[in-house]
């Protein structure tokens, strides 16, 4: 919960604000409702938008409440460190994701990425991905609504379960009544309403502490303090953020936990965000999306962590036995803030923290009725019946991650929590799609076994460490924070691929003819031909490489 003596002193203004931001919210949703006479266009929207529109919804599915409150409140704990989260942490592999996996997602014409699972490796390995995913969800979403619940405490100072069963109808509404059209056009709007929001109390909180050579004394200075154990002015080796002593594990758990594992096993394979692209008009498009995404996303940190560490420059924690790092925007929010300006402050965040559990429970509706009601409880209903279950499973999912809330309020950086989650759940599934989709002979056994084997995996380690499952962890192991979540990462990543291999080696795969379109040395190029394009821009591979350059020099700027 927000500190007991943490509220903001909204005015008349700043309630006309967030009153206008919900009319259109809902009115979107109510608009999105006359397109929906399908369950394709409540799960897919119809695939009919543009690329501009699904890239900065792939954006905006991201920048969530997690995004937000966890990266600022690892601004505040670590420092420069957290900008690895993006130039190392998601860049790479979204523009992965749209030169190499997306012409296999779009078009081999799955409407999830658990479909394209079950293609590959059949039902056993496809009913495992879609409830581990629809686990993943609820637990993910129960995040965000918990701290979208935070932001309605501290503005009104309602009880927090009331404050989280209100956040919660709010986002159910929407969702309930436009679907995936609604959320995703939503997101665009959501997207300009975060910016508008974070970019003037970046502006603000820079002033007030002097820029950027304020900022970096005043910092330096609670080092000297021992607030921070290691430079928060630098970001490599990063030992802050992995907790290792060693600088060479340090940066070898930055690059292989987290920009390998947890990165690509995110952002190619998590459906949250590769739904978002394969809502797209046609294939140029699905694959430039995630492109388009990595422009904002690259610069996205300049106004989420750079606040969250002005805000322990400006004395935010001062004094605090145990900081709750998630408080560091609503502090600079509170005490820097004019009336006016806090209102579209607060109106941001409320739209990131809907954002990222719109993006959760769209998901989820979808892997729900098509991978698992359609598939294994009722088949071969008619389409309305199906639409009306996805409307039913985005109310319990709902309902649900309003219990999961309780999860998230045990951790003082949620952050740590989401990275473990996505440990167990997204690692071992990028070791399966990667083997799958570009080595034959893995076989359907291989597919499951895996994915179990490298989720357990996960999850030992994570037991073993100090603090990865909070009370459930036992201590053996000398990993705390998120370095324990990088190495529950490459544990699944490599007990997945290990075991992967050797059962593929005792039993018996595909024919070459039942891969295509889903392995890459059986699929002519031919079959993913999008012709000649009249400009650059709109060149999947030659708009990724200029991405590409755009992160290396920011990489060497602010090392």
């Known amino acids: 919960m927000a500190s007991p003596g943490l509220r903001l002193d909204a005015g008349p203004v700043d309630y006309i604000l967030i009153a206008l931001y919900f009319v259109f919210v809902l009115g979107i949703g109510l608009i999105a409702r006359r397109q929906v006479s399908s369950s394709v266009d409540f799960f897919l929207s119809g695939r009919s938008l543009p690329a501009w529109i699904t890239g900065l919804a792939f954006i905006s599915a991201n920048l969530g409440a997690t995004e937000i409150m966890g990266m600022s409140a690892n601004g505040a704990q670590i420092g420069m460190a957290t900008f690895h989260y993006y130039w190392i942490g998601a860049i790479p592999a979204m523009l992965f994701l749209a030169v190499v996996m997306m012409p296999f997602y779009y078009g081999s014409g799955v409407r999830s990425v658990p479909e394209f699972m079950y293609r590959r490796f059949g039902a056993t390995a496809h009913l495992v991905n879609a409830i581990s995913f629809a686990v993943a969800q609820v637990l993910i979403a129960g995040i965000n609504l918990y701290l979208l619940a935070t932001i309605v405490n501290t503005l009104f100072g309602w009880n927090i379960w009331v404050s989280t069963i209100i956040a919660a109808v709010i986002v159910l509404s929407y969702i309930t009544l436009g679907g995936l059209s609604a959320a995703i056009y939503n997101e665009v709007l959501q997207f300009f309403v975060i910016v508008a929001a974070l970019l003037p109390l970046t502006l603000i909180a820079m002033h007030k502490i002097g820029g950027w050579s304020g900022l970096s004394h005043k910092l330096h200075g609670l080092e000297a ?3 921070y154990a290691h430079d928060p002015m630098t970001s490599w080796p990063g030992q802050g953020l992995t907790g290792f002593s060693s600088s060479f594990l340090s940066i070898l758990g930055i690059v292989f936990g987290l920009g390998f594992v947890l990165s690509f096993g ?4 998590n459906f949250v965000e590769v739904q978002r692209a394969m809502v797209s008009k046609n294939m140029n498009s699905a694959r430039r999306a995630p492109i388009i995404g990595t422009f904002p996303k690259m610069f996205i940190p300049f106004i989420i962590i750079i606040p969250g560490m002005a ?14 790092y998630n408080n560091a925007l609503l502090f600079l929010m509170r005490d820097l ?8 402050a607060i109106a941001g965040m409320l739209a990131a923290f809907m954002a990222g559990m719109a993006a959760n429970i769209s998901a989820f509706n979808t892997v729900f009725t098509y991978d698992i009601w359609q598939s294994y409880v009722k088949k071969d209903r008619s389409d309305q019946y199906y639409l009306s279950i996805g409307r039913v499973a985005t109310i319990a999912a709902t309902a649900i991650a309003v219990l999961t809330s309780y999860f998230a309020s045990q951790y003082s950086n949620v952050m740590s929590y989401l990275q473990t989650l996505f440990g167990f759940f997204n690692a071992p599934l990028f070791a399966t799609f990667i083997l799958g989709m570009f080595w034959k002979r893995m076989t359907a056994t291989a597919g499951w076994v895996g994915l179990v084997s490298g989720t357990l995996g996960a999850v030992v380690v994570g037991v073993l460490s100090k603090d990865a499952l909070g009370g459930a962890s036992i201590g053996v192991l000398n990993l705390s924070g998120q370095g324990a979540s990088f190495v529950c990462a490459g544990a699944a990543f490599v007990i997945d691929i290990v075991v992967s291999v050797a059962v593929s080696l005792v039993t018996v795969p595909k024919p070459d003819s039942e891969l295509r379109g ?3 040395s059986v699929t002519p190029k031919a079959d993913h031909d999008e012709g000649e394009v009249a400009h650059w821009w709109l060149s999947p591979v030659k708009l990724a490489g200029v991405s590409l350059v755009m992160v290396v020099i920011l990489n060497v700027v602010f090392h």
């Open 518 to 520: 889903l392995v890459k």
């Open 311 to 324: 805000a322990a420059g400006l004395g935010a924690f001062a004094g605090d036995s145990k900081p709750d």
């Open 266 to 269: 995110y952002w190619t394979t």
């Open 225 to 227: 303090q021992h607030f």
């Open 337 to 344: 803030l004019p009336n006016g300006l806090l209102g579209v």
